[in-house]
């Protein structure tokens, strides 16, 4: 029996084949909605999964552990609060950075940061000799900047507690403006202009990741010590209304031995006591951590590939519906053979799989074109633009299956006709 039937699925697949060859252009058509749908969901699918690690890759140089604290964060702004609210929050700062790294015995490093964050942040051209730069954001930071951030220094150093404490004019500069005004000299040991001041150049940051392999201006930057930045810029941000935005937030890492989550309870209590909340009165500040921005990032990208899906599902229910028709043709010009196989014993079992499985080889060689087409497309992107691209197992796995999906409940309908056709009357049709 088992023979019979591994015959019969050879014999259903020559005969699909046979189908193909014979009615090349009608079988190409019928296919070619299934061969878009797989293509466009395989092909995006490998440009969003790409842009997905690239954005990881950036997310991991923040580092894993590093919790932020500031006035408000994208989290505050979609949990419903309205902005007058978020506005009249008490600003961040150095003092509390101060508290946090005093009474909290879970922290290892507190880094304050003017600039990064909310309100009138200070951008600036860097001069040297005849070039220039284009404005870039100024950061005020601690000697514990790099820390924070696992970022990598290509030359020189990074400025010190000294150079902090005396509110030296010293600069670390990002790419884009170490290349700007240095294109062919090292930068360490130069004097360059930074707005009206002159600072000395102590080190280069190295290249950072960028997401989707494209210019974000992630390496458009230069670093100053904070006490610098109070006194050239100030720290004082601008009003909306009765509250006022400054430009200041907090960066901590736990110690070794210390979670994240006590970290952060600990932070939240010096916090709460600093700003004198009561216990039934909520947080007027964000804690944030970098899991919370990729679920946040996470959830954008899943509901792009949804979207992606549905809209994919269009051309998918074209290509079923050609499958239909195609089959209830093929089932109607097969008639009289019908008849002869049910003649010769053949059941209906047997003639509703020879159907059915001609419809899911139909469909399933559309998505295996698609997936080839799909691939072909992310790489071809990639080769030409640098855009990185992700391949990854299961869009391959529903590429097959939507296709065969869509053959087995597209193709039910002319399989059900086909095996119920009387064998004397399929016999006389001509």
Not at 320 to 331: E, F, K, N, R, T
Request: aromatic content about 10%.
């Amino acid at each position: 029996m088992a023979r019979i039937r591994g015959g019969l699925f050879v014999e259903i697949v020559s005969m699909a084949v046979d189908t193909l060859r014979s009615n090349k252009l009608r079988s190409a058509l019928t296919v070619l909605g299934v061969v878009i749908g797989i293509t466009s969901i395989v092909g995006m699918t490998s440009l969003i999964r790409g842009f997905q690690e690239s954005v990881y890759d950036l997310f991991r140089e923040i580092g894993p552990t590093t919790i932020f604290v500031s006035k408000f964060s994208f989290a505050s702004v979609t949990s419903g609060k309205t902005f007058q609210d978020l506005i009249m929050r008490p600003n961040i700062t150095p003092q509390d950075a101060e508290a946090i790294e005093r009474d909290c015995p879970s922290v290892a490093i507190v880094d304050v940061q003017f600039g990064n964050g909310p309100g009138a942040n200070v951008t600036a051209q860097v001069y040297y000799k005849g070039l220039k730069s284009k404005r870039v954001p100024v950061l005020g930071t601690t000697e514990k900047f790099p820390f924070i951030g696992q970022l990598n220094l290509e030359n020189g150093r990074f400025f010190n507690s000294g150079e902090v404490q005396h509110r030296r004019p010293v600069v670390v500069l990002g790419q884009g403006p170490a290349k700007a005004v240095f294109p062919h000299t090292d930068p360490v040991g130069k004097v360059v202009r930074l707005g009206a001041s002159q600072y000395t150049v102590v080190g280069v940051f190295a290249k950072r990741p960028s997401p989707g392999g494209l210019s974000a201006g992630q390496d458009d930057f230069v670093v100053i010590p904070h006490t610098r930045y109070q006194k050239q810029y100030g720290i004082r941000g601008f009003t909306v209304g009765r509250g006022e935005l400054r430009p200041v937030t907090m960066a901590v890492v736990p110690s070794e031995n210390a979670t994240v989550k006590q970290a952060m309870e600990e932070i939240e209590r010096v916090m709460r006591a600093r700003h004198g909340l009561h216990l039934d009165q909520e947080n007027d500040f964000d804690l944030g951590t970098q899991e919370a921005a990729i679920k946040v990032f996470d959830q954008i990208t899943q509901a792009a590939v949804l979207a992606l899906v549905v809209i994919s599902s269009i051309a998918l229910m074209v290509g079923g519906i050609g499958v239909m028709a195609i089959m209830m043709i093929s089932v109607t010009d097969r008639t009289r053979e019908i008849g002869v196989r049910k003649a010769l014993g053949a059941r209906r079992v047997e003639i509703l799989w020879q159907f059915l499985l001609e419809a899911v080889f139909l469909t399933s060689l559309g998505g295996l074109l698609g997936i080839v087409f799909g691939s072909s497309l992310g790489l071809t992107i990639h080769w030409l633009s640098g855009f990185p691209v992700s391949l990854p197992w299961w869009s391959f796995a529903i590429g097959i299956g939507f296709s065969a999906t869509i053959g087995i409940f597209f193709g039910l309908y002319p399989a059900f006709k086909a095996a119920r056709l009387d064998p004397i009357e399929a016999l006389r049709y001509e």
